[in-house]
């Protein structure tokens, strides 16, 4: 047990009694569950994010996204949550709970502005005894590297007057078999205290919380779990494409051998990677691992194999089409689905949007139907004046 400051103290027993004030700093997927939970144990809750809108729709008691009701919104209003754009009231919060995005740059190297833009937007509020944790998905160092110098030239001592952890987030949005609260959560601290702090504030809302010795084996946890799906999934796509030369049925061989009990997991082919995280996180670890003189020889392969399935897809089409003696330039195409995953609207990084763009290069009429994205939206790298089509007879000449 460390030597605990009066800081650390009082703090702990504000968040054992539920009267510390939490402050969630970014109120997308990851932030405005986590919101929902602590006011769900009776911890107010204030919400920051630059996202005027996402203020104003949680105000009215609104949500968002289709996977969260309005009704759980409105639930946690009444208990006191808010949201705001102005970044001074985060010096009302005890803990301030990281939740931004971390994309990767057009080099595909990790782009950390959210991160340090918000950190520095919180600087001048800082106020001795309160926390600051981080959920972000980021390489190994980041909280001490990034984070814990940015508090210390504000003159305070990290683990005696304010305390720094890394919590990484383990949200699966959509997936009804698992909540914010019945996901063990993974805590590492700057110091003993901090994590100490880190440790008392998440149990209060999570049933498990896993402590690890350091916020860079934290750090680590996450990219590690997100690497090894990505790997995985490299794995069965690539099997994919061997049974399919061979005739025979992956899904069939998955499930068989999904009936061994032990040392082995099912993963599932598809069309490529999408979401925030596995396309992204596990490149958070190769350019790290590059100051150390490693190559992620694994991640780099996973990467390749499954960037390419689209491409693989679109070969597929070009067969279908060819036997039915129809070039793609010309065909109607239906792509079913355009989020990245099932039941969500969430479209980053989806290999439908990139389908989507191969078979419109090669002069496909291209439509989609998705119910839970009505029209195409604004994204970053895409940009197409698309409405979701009812799905009946007279739409598509092909299906994929
Ligand atoms: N989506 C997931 O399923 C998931 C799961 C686990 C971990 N993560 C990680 O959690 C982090 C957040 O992901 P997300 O999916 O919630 O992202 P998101 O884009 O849904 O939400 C991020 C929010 O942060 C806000 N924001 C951006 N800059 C800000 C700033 N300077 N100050 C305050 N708010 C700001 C945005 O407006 C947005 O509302 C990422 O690091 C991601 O890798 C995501």
């Known amino acids: 047990m460390s030597a605990r400051s009066a800081a650390a103290v009082a703090l702990i027993e504000r968040c054992r009694k539920r009267t510390a004030i939490v402050g969630i700093i970014g109120l997308g997927y990851v932030g405005l569950p986590l919101a929902l939970r602590f006011a769900e144990v009776g911890i107010r809750v204030i919400g920051f994010d630059i996202d005027e809108t996402k203020a104003t729709a949680i105000n009215a008691g609104r949500s968002y996204f289709i996977h969260i009701s309005s009704t759980a919104v409105a639930a946690a209003k009444s208990q006191g949550f808010e949201a705001t754009t102005d970044f001074s009231r985060t010096r009302e919060a005890d803990a301030l709970i990281i939740c931004v ?33 981080l959920e972000s998905t980021t390489y190994p160092g980041t909280t001490e590297e990034e984070l814990k110098p940015r508090l210390e030239r504000r003159g305070f001592k990290v683990g005696e007057d304010i305390f720094l952890c890394f919590s990484p987030e383990r949200e699966d949005p959509g997936n009804p078999n698992f909540t914010t609260r019945t996901i063990p959560k993974v805590c ?58 061979m005739g025979i049925d992956i899904h069939e061989v998955i499930r068989a051998a999904a ?112 119910p839970h994205v009505p029209a195409f939206p604004k994204m970053r790298k895409h940009q197409f004046d698309l409405k979701s089509v009812t799905v009946n007879a007279e739409n598509p000449t092909i299906l994929c």
């Open 101 to 133: 995005p971390t994309p990767l740059n057009p080099s595909r190297e990790p782009d950390l502005s959210f991160v340090i833009n918000t950190t520095e937007s919180l600087i001048p509020h800082l106020r001795s005894g309160q926390l600051v944790s």
């Open 259 to 370: 009936t061994k009990p032990f040392g082995f997991v099912p993963y599932f082919p598809g069309p490529g990677l999408g979401g925030h995280c596995i396309p992204i996180d596990p490149f958070y670890l190769t350019w790290k691992a590059r100051q150390y003189g490693v190559h992620t020889r694994f991640i780099e392969l996973a990467g390749e194999i499954n960037s390419n399935m689209p491409h693989w897809v679109v070969g597929k089409v070009v067969d279908a089409l060819n036997e039915r003696r129809k070039s793609v330039k010309g065909s109607r195409i239906l792509v079913l689905g355009i989020a990245y995953k099932k039941n969500v609207d969430d479209m980053r990084e989806s290999p439908s949007v990139e389908l989507i763009e191969l078979l419109v290069a090669k002069g496909a009429r291209v439509d989609y139907s998705d």
């Open 188 to 245: 590492g601290g700057s110091t003993a205290s901090c994590l100490e702090v880190g440790l008392e504030l998440y149990r209060q809302a999570v049933d498990t919380v896993v402590p690890v010795s350091s916020t860079q084996a934290a750090e680590l946890t996450k990219l590690l779990e997100n690497i090894h799906r990505a790997v995985n999934i490299g794995l069965v796509n690539e099997m994919k494409i061997i049974a399919d030369r």
